[in-house]
């Protein structure tokens, strides 16, 4: 009786194991403001209950979660379907309120089996009880780390027809992606018979900026040609550039097109049916401003140009992004088209930026519609303003984009691990108050160090998040760093670990001699190698793919290093 007890045991857990949830379609980006957006699971049994399974959506901007769904106490339809999505989708199961729900990429979506509570907003990526995944795009460069941090390869472009307004992201045979018409509740489309060829916007540049009526340039590359005839048609401008009928991959260009005139192009063959509007920049000077608090000032939407010099203070590749500042204020530059071309220094003087003024999460950005040209000074000093955590709170829009740092001392708080992670927010604390310091700045290379302890002096940029918190103050980098929080370099340049990224081990030299004491730490802050080393060779193949933390010692010095496993 035990043994028949045992193997109705057996036959039940793998019963249970079977009934694996995945997700089947994901449509992520619509007209205007997203009210339709959607992530469809399926199960493979019909009326499944997803007790015990989470859905989590990250943010590539800084790869982690900005929304965990619990599925406890939620059943898939009689088809195996579950919706989880905006209020105005159709028969939504799960609602996440009226509109942009759902980030456009380059982001990811993932399905786990453990509890909600592990995975509050702002938990770094993790292939830790991962039943499914998919990163995803609207014409974004990969985002590695959530390709790394999930165990994936692949990125799928929502916009890869070119209608991302209209398409949908589908699950094909096994575990591959393609782009369709929705299939809200419906099998999804065959992807063997979809259209291959991707064309996406890089470009839409004015060729001048007069007072007069200028023209403007859009550039396109396409990916996927070379299989069929295809006919390319615009209601404005002329066609150049490569052939996708002919050529694999390529440039399309449309030019000639006048200021203020938005155009259609179609890209059709016997599979595909790309059409694309292309909303026609206004390539005007604008009204002069003297210097930036004037800036600041103006009425958003509209273009300026502003006349007088400003000095780059902080410069990052995230959106081409660039602070500038002047003696009566500073601002952000937001490029995400790339329009400035030019390279600039830190201490660069910029004169003749055009562009037009809003803002964004309630700060204050300017952007750029054409390239100023070359620097109109170097070598200018990039001096941080003093001011105190007082100041900070009573005034805080006074400071927005400009570098400071924070006097007195301040004791650093609100994080349980002891090194600097990205997209976390700690407490500053002196007499005067408290004030908020967030890892904003993705790449800094104080991101992995530790947490000085004790009084120490806090320098950089001052940044707003209307809806999450306010004001911040963000170190820019290890120079600001390695003084004013406390990390020194030559612990740091004691030891070098490579290769990084790594597969299976990893190699610490030193300059110092004796063994060293290696501990390496996964992103939850949980130890998972602890060991002494007699030789440079460290075995690593025991880790999953991901972002750890490396903390070594060795006759009393200690450095603390990021480390990528693939």
């Known amino acids: ?73 939620f059943t898939t339809d009689g088809n195996g379907f579950l919706i989880i999505g905006s209020d105005a989708v159709p028969g939504v199961d799960i609602a996440l309120g009226p509109d942009n729900t759902i980030q456009n990429g380059a982001d990811a979506i993932a399905i786990y089996q453990d509890s909600a509570a ?176 004037t800036l600041r000032g103006s009425v958003e939407g509209n273009v300026y140009t502003l006349t007088g010099e400003a000095i780059l203070t902080f410069q990052q590749d995230f959106r081409n992004q660039k ?27 910029i004169s003749g930026l055009i562009g037009t003024l809003s803002s964004f999460n309630g700060m204050m950005q300017f952007v750029p519609v054409s390239d100023p040209g070359a620097a109109t000074s170097t070598g200018n000093p990039v001096t941080s303003q003093e001011v105190s955590i007082s100041d900070l709170l009573a005034n805080p829009e006074n400071y927005e984009s400009e570098y400071v740092n924070i006097s007195p001392a301040v004791t650093i708080g609100g994080n349980p691990n002891p090194f600097w992670e990205v997209g976390t927010v700690y407490s500053l604390t002196n007499g005067d108050g408290s004030f908020n310091f967030r890892t904003s700045f993705f790449d800094a290379n104080y991101i992995g160090q530790d947490i000085p302890t004790g009084a120490v002096f806090i320098a950089g940029i001052i940044t707003e998040r209307e809806d999450d918190g306010g004001y911040y103050i963000t170190a820019r980098d290890n120079d600001d760093a390695s003084t004013t929080l406390g990390i020194g370099d030559n612990a740091n340049n004691a030891f070098v670990l490579y290769p990084n990224p790594a597969q299976t081990q990893i190699h610490i030299a030193s300059q110092l001699s004796g063994e060293k004491t290696v501990a390496i730490f996964d992103i939850s802050g949980k130890k998972v190698i602890d060991q002494t080393m007699s030789t440079d060779t460290l075995d690593i193949s025991q880790l999953t793919s991901g972002m750890y933390i490396v903390k070594i010692s060795q006759n009393n010095v200690a450095s603390t290093k990021k480390l990528i496993v693939r």
């Open 323 to 349: 602070f500038i500042e002047d003696a009566t204020g500073a601002i952000l530059i937001d490029d995400t088209s790339g329009n400035i071309t030019t390279a600039y220094d830190l201490g660069d003087g």
């Open 1 to 73: 009786m035990k043994r028949i007890t045992l193997l109705l045991a057996l036959f039940c857990v793998s019963f249970t194991f079977a009934q694996v949830v995945k997700i089947n379609e994901v449509d992520a980006d619509q007209t205007s403001t997203d009210t339709m957006e959607y992530v469809e699971l399926l199960s493979s049994s019909p009326s499944q209950s997803l007790d015990g399974y989470i859905v989590v959506f990250f943010n590539g901007n800084g790869d982690a979660s900005y929304t965990t769904v619990d599925l406890t106490g």
């Open 118 to 293: 592990n995975f509050p907003d702002g938990t770094l990526v993790t292939s830790t009880n991962l039943v499914d995944a998919i990163v995803y795009d609207t014409n974004d460069d990969d985002d590695t780390e959530l390709l790394d941090g999930l165990g994936l390869s692949v990125q799928y472009n929502e916009d890869a027809n070119g209608n991302k307004d209209i398409e949908s992201i589908q699950r094909g045979d096994g575990d591959t992606f393609c782009v369709g018409a929705p299939t809200l509740r419906a099998a999804n489309i065959d992807c063997g018979a979809v259209c291959s060829l991707n064309v996406f916007v890089v470009d839409v540049t004015c060729d001048a900026i007069t007072s007069g009526t200028d023209t403007y340039t859009t550039t396109l590359n396409f990916e996927g040609g070379g299989t069929e005839t295809y006919t390319i048609m615009t209601t404005e401008g002329t066609i150049s550039g490569d052939d996708p009928s002919s050529q694999a991959s390529g440039e399309i260009i449309i030019s000639g097109v006048n200021e203020g005139v938005d155009f259609d192009y179609t890209v059709t063959s016997t599979l595909c049916n790309i059409t694309n509007t292309i909303n026609a920049p206004e390539c005007d000077p604008g009204t002069d401003v003297a210097d930036i608090a």
